[in-house]
């Protein structure tokens, strides 16, 4: 399948999604507190960010790796030794994740949620690493619809439909945050073993976990573990630690008003995100040969067919603002604001196009690498002196300066060292390198 025929497949799959998790927050927001809401919000974003930082980049290493190995032909019979040493590195990565932030609970840091909720609610963690790393598998293996299915819909549609039935059952108005979190961390171990077995059906590869396999080939994989560990961290962190920035810094009650901004804005995302799954693989495999020309096609092609929309999109939501955040609400109204300037930040992420994947995808790692830890630095300071100075308000102005300028670093660099660039505006060939 082609690139545009793969990210339009994509695309799909992520409008289903966004419908799916759109569904899910509106019923969590109509049978929960704001409050118990709010926790519920800090949750989701801790488990997706923390399992990425307990992944140590084997997600990313998955989707440079192993398609150029299918591509050319696994001679050495080295695929199964890194898939077996990634998901070695992930999941206990991830579970090492979680034994520390449990500890931390019980020193007291996260005193505003009770014991058990934290324990169970941060157990969302090492299974939030157990299936992303197995989706990214799927994704190296060109496998595209069991990467995002599992996670993306039938998680939330499955806990949404339970959910909905404990409601209607008990005729309860108001469910607690435990109930909600228990349902959540059920179903995603139920989702990521089914994930699992169907992967090792459609592709006959069972991974082993693997301590250390004594192989040359394995050098180069091993090696981008720490360039991939950040920058992977990195590419979520403002989308997942402003809801958590806002829980921690202001309250939980308005993290829940907050998240109902966020997850509005995230709809924008999916054009994106759409492009940039399909053109991981595709970007590596066009770099194998060391073929500049058709590294910009690729970059030019997809920024202008994200762009576009996003801008159309965005306009349409600033445009229904106070309707869109009714729908959780009518105390939601209040994060309108918030919304608006989230929404100008995903604009600003399009236009600018993918120049950190292709720095990854294409060898720069190690580049990409400072650039990300930078990022990570100024965009968490960001997001506290926002917090501090204006609130939810002034972490969303945070997103969206931390955003412009880890997008401008990414793109003077992608011009430095290769040539390209990644803006709407690019041109097809590549530029002489300044």
Same mark, same amino acid.
């Given at each position: 399948m082609s690139i545009r025929g793969q990210a339009q497949a994509t695309f799909v799959t992520k409008v289903l999604a966004a419908v799916t998790s759109y569904g899910f927050a509106i019923l969590l927001a109509r049978v929960m507190t704001a409050e118990g809401f709010g926790q519920i919000a800090f949750f989701l974003n801790a488990a997706a960010l923390l399992s990425v930082l307990g992944a140590c980049g084997q997600q990313i290493a998955m989707v440079r790796f192993v398609p150029p190995l299918l591509a050319w032909g696994d001679r050495a019979g080295a695929l199964p030794d890194f898939i077996g040493l990634a998901y070695r590195k992930a999941i206990l990565g991830a579970v090492s994740v979680y034994a520390v932030v449990v500890a931390l609970t019980v020193l007291g840091l996260f005193s505003q949620f009770d014991l058990a909720v934290a324990m169970i609610g941060f157990a969302l963690v090492p299974v939030m690493g157990w299936i992303d790393i197995q989706s990214h598998f799927a994704r190296g293996f060109q496998r595209l619809p069991l990467s995002l299915l599992p996670k993306e819909i039938l998680w939330r549609g499955i806990s949404a439909v339970l959910i909905l039935g404990i409601v209607l059952?008990? @005729?309860? #108005?108001?469910?607690? #945050?435990l109930d909600v979190l228990m349902v959540l961390l059920l179903v995603l171990m139920l989702v990521a073993l089914a994930q699992g077995a169907v992967l090792l059906r459609l592709t006959g590869f069972r991974p082993r976990f693997r301590w250390g396999c004594g192989r040359q %080939?394995?050098? %180069?994989w091993q090696s981008t573990t720490v360039p991939f560990w950040i920058t992977s961290v990195s590419n979520i962190f403002l989308a997942n630690a402003d809801v958590m920035a806002v829980a921690l810094l202001i309250g939980s009650t %308005? =993290? @829940?008003l907050y998240f109902a901004a966020n997850r509005l804005a995230q709809l924008l995302a999916f054009f994106v995100v759409s492009q940039n799954i399909v053109i991981g693989p595709q970007l590596a495999q066009a770099w194998a040969p060391r073929d500049p020309t058709a590294i910009a096609r690729i970059l030019r092609r997809t920024t202008r067919a994200t762009t576009l929309p996003t801008v159309v999109m965005g306009a349409l939501m600033l445009t229904g603002t106070p309707w869109l955040?009714?729908?959780?609400g009518? %105390?939601? =109204?209040? =994060?309108g604001p918030c919304l608006q300037v989230l929404v100008l930040a995903s604009v600003v992420n399009a236009a600018t196009g993918p120049a950190d994947i292709a720095l990854n995808m294409c060898g720069y790692d190690r580049v990409a690498m400072q650039v990300s830890a930078v990022n990570l630095g100024m965009s968490a300071l960001a997001l506290g002196v926002g917090a501090a100075l204006g609130g939810s308000f002034g972490v969303a102005l945070g997103v969206l300066a931390a955003t412009a300028a880890r997008k401008a670093m990414y793109w003077t660099v992608l011009r430095r060292v290769m040539g390209l660039r990644s803006d709407v505006f690019a041109p097809d060939i590549p530029f002489a390198k300044a």
């Open positions: 059952v008990s @005729g309860r #108005t108001r469910l607690d #945050t %080939e394995v050098a %180069e %308005e =993290a @829940g955040l009714q729908l959780f009518p %105390e939601f =109204a209040t =994060a």
